[in-house]
T-cell receptor, first 110, second 115 residues
Framework: QKEVEQDPGPLSVPEGAIVSLNCTYS??????FMWYRQYSRKGPELLMY????GNKEDGRFTAQVDKSSKYISLFIRDSQPSDSATYLCACAGGYQKVTFGIGTKLQVIP | GAVVSQHPSRVICKSGTSVKIECRSL??????MFWYRQFPKQSLMLMAT?????????EQGVEKDKFLINHASLTLSTLTVTSAHPEDSSFYICSAGRQGTETQYFGPGTRLLVL
């Protein structure tokens, strides 16, 4: 079993839809949770960073962490074609050792 | 802030040659830098962790004599792929960690093609 599980997709949605991206993890020691966006042939770009459980909102993006169920989510409101990319969840337990999910490929159709 | 650059962005080389990739944190000091490899449709795979002024820590299965890492300063780390072979062709991405957080900031990546 991988430490961080993520459905690779692809996920196709119409422009303006609410997108829900999810990951599950197995390591109880994870305390830090991140979402990265990666465009094709580019390095990942940090979108959201959360410590422990709870919600965090930044513009159209909302990150949720539920440590009791080991479940993390990223919601994108009013999705745009420019949001089309691969979204990677990442978890860390400290000492900057980060474990990444495989990434979900999202396509927002105009 | 938190910009990481990587050079070159793309390199094509012949089998048996060595290739050096540079990773720089432009606006912050990175005590720790990380090197990842990403094959098509796969996640990021950590190769090694380098701390400024000390030897890199390699992940299991990564040959330290093949992938030489030098972290000579708080803003520069280099990865040298020695005696490259076609199976080393991949997307190599570095990241830099800011002290006090678990956040990593990634470079734009280097696409290596070994012929």
């Amino acid at each position: 079993q991988k430490e961080v599980e993520q459905d690779p997709g692809p996920l196709s949605v119409p422009e303006g839809a609410i997108v829900s991206l999810n990951c599950t993890y197995s390591n109880s020691a994870f305390q830090y949770f991140m979402w990265y966006r990666q465009y094709s042939r580019k390095g990942p770009e940090l979108l959201m960073y959360t410590y422990s459980s709870g919600n965090k909102e930044d513009g159209r993006f909302t990150a949720q962490v539920d440590k009791s169920s080991k479940y993390i989510s990223l919601f994108i409101r009013d999705s745009q074609p420019s949001d089309s990319a691969t979204y990677l969840c990442a978890c860390a337990g400290g000492y900057q050792k980060v474990t990444f999910g495989i990434g979900t490929k999202l396509q927002v159709i105009p | 802030g938190a910009v990481v650059s990587q050079h070159p962005s793309r390199v094509i080389c012949k089998s048996g040659t060595s290739v050096k990739i540079e990773c720089r944190s432009l606006d912050f000091q990175a005590t720790t830098m990380f090197w990842y490899r990403q094959f098509p449709k796969q996640s990021l795979m950590l190769m090694a962790t380098s701390n400024e002024g000390s030897k890199a820590t390699y992940e299991q299965g990564v040959e330290k004599d093949k992938f030489l890492i030098n972290h000579a300063s708080l803003t520069l780390s280099t990865l040298t792929v020695t005696s490259a072979h076609p199976e080393d062709s991949s997307f190599y991405i570095c990241s830099a960690g800011r002290q006090g957080t678990e956040t990593q900031y990634f470079g734009p990546g280097t696409r290596l093609l070994v012929l």
